[in-house]
């Protein structure tokens, strides 16, 4: 790469740069900011800003023993991520970092055996079978509205810290929508992935140690006790699912995503599939995967979205107006009106701008990939920094940094440089579903209530996996007649 003229920080043995990175991001997000800034490259992604700086846009580091590669120039993005979904994936430091956590499902999956899981989940997400899931989603959020109101009727103040709420109501919708499970069950798992999450974002920082997961550690043996304990509650529900088709209660084993992995697996054992076969620990991987990747993203974009609504009440006013005129005065969308709510669209947009559901994308080339004159070897990971292309002056204007939803009125802009949902073949699957579920949740709370942002709000967006406010967001509620 140094005969390309690219250029990077020195690394240390075995550890790369993990070391400088880590004290860089220690030190960065160690207190909350001092206003509501949207500015939080140099906070969250502190490396990126001091490397690109010093050695360009374009440079190599190590994560550990895995050599990355910047790329920020959004025609070469566009080219890796729609040209060498085939040639490209998860790096085994991925592999590892999420073993534990969420298997080998679809987000984890290479080759031959991510485009047949695909295949399998693909319908799920997909026509009437999506349209299907208005309902559900309708419902939980009536529920969490009755609360909400409850609450706000009883303090004075009516503060709330609406994640709480938010992560509770997506997780009640992906366990019924797409493992058909009681809310309860839903909620154990739902307690126990978050746990896990945070016991498998700590431990990934020893990955550049070969065999680190294998240490006797705290991280590791609160990992492995977290890890049975899910997969004992996802079999009871797969076991239930089998037990009712067995004893002739049904006939097949759902209509939901659970119910496809079931009847994937039983067409193998008959003979049928491409040679790639579904187990009860791949169908576990994957019911772990959808559960994280259904509620948590989903449940962070209302998280932010509604702050940012809360910290600027003009647009808040806008949308409830669309929200009121286009469904009648407030009730429920139907999913026709979904499509016609143009500016509350236009506010998610800005707001998956701002928070990114991922904050960077980590791709391995697994055979030598050639980008423009760009040559990138096998075995090198390709590193898109997304959170800075999205707060990228030169591609968004001086106002990156701003809350403006007024840039997504028009649909045309450069490829490669909004990507919230990762682009290409294996852009994210469950995409459609999130913008239905945010827009229902978020029009039906916001006919509602009127909201303020707290005094008692701390401005501290953190990385764990994903963006999140380290202190939550509290939000004072006036419920609407």
């Given at each position: 790469m140094e005969r390309q003229g690219v250029r990077g920080p020195k690394p240390r043995f075995l550890t790369g740069n993990l070391l400088h990175m880590a004290s860089l991001s220690s030190s960065s997000t160690s207190h909350p900011m001092d206003s509501i800034s949207h500015d939080i490259v140099a906070r969250l992604l502190p490396h990126f800003v001091s490397w690109s700086h010093r050695y360009g846009n374009t440079f190599l580091f190590w994560n550990g023993t895995e050599p990355?590669?910047?790329?920020?120039?959004?025609?070469l993005i566009k080219d890796f991520l729609t040209k060498c979904?085939?040639?490209s994936g998860r790096s085994w430091q991925q592999l590892q970092g999420s073993n534990h956590f969420i298997g080998r499902g679809l987000l984890m999956a290479n080759g031959a055996q991510w485009y047949h899981q695909r295949h399998i989940v693909g319908p799920a997400f997909m026509g009437d079978r999506l349209k299907g899931y208005a309902g559900h989603m309708v419902e939980c959020t009536e529920e969490m509205l009755r609360?909400?109101?409850?609450?706000?009727?009883?303090?004075?103040?009516?503060?709330?810290e609406i994640g709480e709420y938010v992560t509770r109501l997506t997780a009640d919708i992906i366990a019924r929508t797409e493992f058909g499970t009681s809310y309860e069950k839903g909620n154990q798992i739902f307690h126990l992935l978050t746990l896990l999450q945070s016991r498998c974002a700590q431990a990934s920082r020893r990955l550049c140690f070969p065999g680190s997961r294998y240490f006797p550690s705290k991280y590791n043996r609160e990992i492995k006790a977290l890890k049975m304990e899910v997969e004992r509650l996802l079999m009871e529900i797969i076991e239930s699912r089998k037990d009712c088709v067995e004893i002739g209660r049904s006939n097949s084993y759902g209509n939901d995503l659970l119910g496809m992995l079931l009847d994937e697996m039983e067409n193998k054992k008959r003979g049928g599939g491409n040679g790639l076969s579904l187990n009860l620990q791949?169908?576990?991987?994957?019911?772990?995967?959808?559960?994280f990747a259904g509620h948590e993203t989903t449940a962070l974009l209302?998280?932010?979205?509604?702050?940012?609504?809360?910290?600027?009440p003009s647009w808040q006013?806008?949308?409830?107006a669309e929200v009121k005129h286009v469904c009648n005065g407030g009730g429920p969308p139907s999913l026709d009106q979904l499509s016609k709510l143009t500016l509350l669209h236009m506010v998610i947009n800005e707001a998956l701008r701002l928070y990114p559901p991922a904050t960077v994308l980590p791709r391995m080339a697994f055979e030598d990939i050639v980008l423009g004159e760009l040559h990138i070897p096998k075995g090198v990971s390709v590193w898109i920094p997304v959170l800075a292309i999205h707060h990228s002056k030169k591609l968004w204007g001086e106002d990156a940094n701003d809350f403006n939803p007024n840039r997504f009125a028009s649909k045309s802009f450069t490829p490669g440089r909004f990507m919230p949902f990762a682009a290409g073949p294996r852009n994210c699957v469950g995409q459609a579903f999130a913008m239905m579920e945010a827009k229902i949740i978020l029009a039906m709370f916001i006919s509602r209530f009127s909201f303020t942002i707290s005094d008692n709000y701390q401005h501290a967006p953190v990385i764990v996996l994903t963006i999140k406010p380290k202190y939550g967001v509290q939000v004072c509620l006036k419920p609407l007649d």
């Amino acid at each position: 790469m140094e005969r390309q003229g690219v250029r990077g920080p020195k690394p240390r043995f075995l550890t790369g740069n993990l070391l400088h990175m880590a004290s860089l991001s220690s030190s960065s997000t160690s207190h909350p900011m001092d206003s509501i800034s949207h500015d939080i490259v140099a906070r969250l992604l502190p490396h990126f800003v001091s490397w690109s700086h010093r050695y360009g846009n374009t440079f190599l580091f190590w994560n550990g023993t895995e050599p990355r590669l910047c790329l920020t120039d959004t025609e070469l993005i566009k080219d890796f991520l729609t040209k060498c979904s085939t040639v490209s994936g998860r790096s085994w430091q991925q592999l590892q970092g999420s073993n534990h956590f969420i298997g080998r499902g679809l987000l984890m999956a290479n080759g031959a055996q991510w485009y047949h899981q695909r295949h399998i989940v693909g319908p799920a997400f997909m026509g009437d079978r999506l349209k299907g899931y208005a309902g559900h989603m309708v419902e939980c959020t009536e529920e969490m509205l009755r609360s909400l109101r409850r609450i706000a009727a009883e303090s004075p103040s009516g503060e709330v810290e609406i994640g709480e709420y938010v992560t509770r109501l997506t997780a009640d919708i992906i366990a019924r929508t797409e493992f058909g499970t009681s809310y309860e069950k839903g909620n154990q798992i739902f307690h126990l992935l978050t746990l896990l999450q945070s016991r498998c974002a700590q431990a990934s920082r020893r990955l550049c140690f070969p065999g680190s997961r294998y240490f006797p550690s705290k991280y590791n043996r609160e990992i492995k006790a977290l890890k049975m304990e899910v997969e004992r509650l996802l079999m009871e529900i797969i076991e239930s699912r089998k037990d009712c088709v067995e004893i002739g209660r049904s006939n097949s084993y759902g209509n939901d995503l659970l119910g496809m992995l079931l009847d994937e697996m039983e067409n193998k054992k008959r003979g049928g599939g491409n040679g790639l076969s579904l187990n009860l620990q791949l169908i576990m991987d994957e019911c772990k995967t959808f559960f994280f990747a259904g509620h948590e993203t989903t449940a962070l974009l209302l998280t932010w979205t509604i702050m940012l609504l809360a910290s600027n009440p003009s647009w808040q006013d806008k949308v409830r107006a669309e929200v009121k005129h286009v469904c009648n005065g407030g009730g429920p969308p139907s999913l026709d009106q979904l499509s016609k709510l143009t500016l509350l669209h236009m506010v998610i947009n800005e707001a998956l701008r701002l928070y990114p559901p991922a904050t960077v994308l980590p791709r391995m080339a697994f055979e030598d990939i050639v980008l423009g004159e760009l040559h990138i070897p096998k075995g090198v990971s390709v590193w898109i920094p997304v959170l800075a292309i999205h707060h990228s002056k030169k591609l968004w204007g001086e106002d990156a940094n701003d809350f403006n939803p007024n840039r997504f009125a028009s649909k045309s802009f450069t490829p490669g440089r909004f990507m919230p949902f990762a682009a290409g073949p294996r852009n994210c699957v469950g995409q459609a579903f999130a913008m239905m579920e945010a827009k229902i949740i978020l029009a039906m709370f916001i006919s509602r209530f009127s909201f303020t942002i707290s005094d008692n709000y701390q401005h501290a967006p953190v990385i764990v996996l994903t963006i999140k406010p380290k202190y939550g967001v509290q939000v004072c509620l006036k419920p609407l007649d």
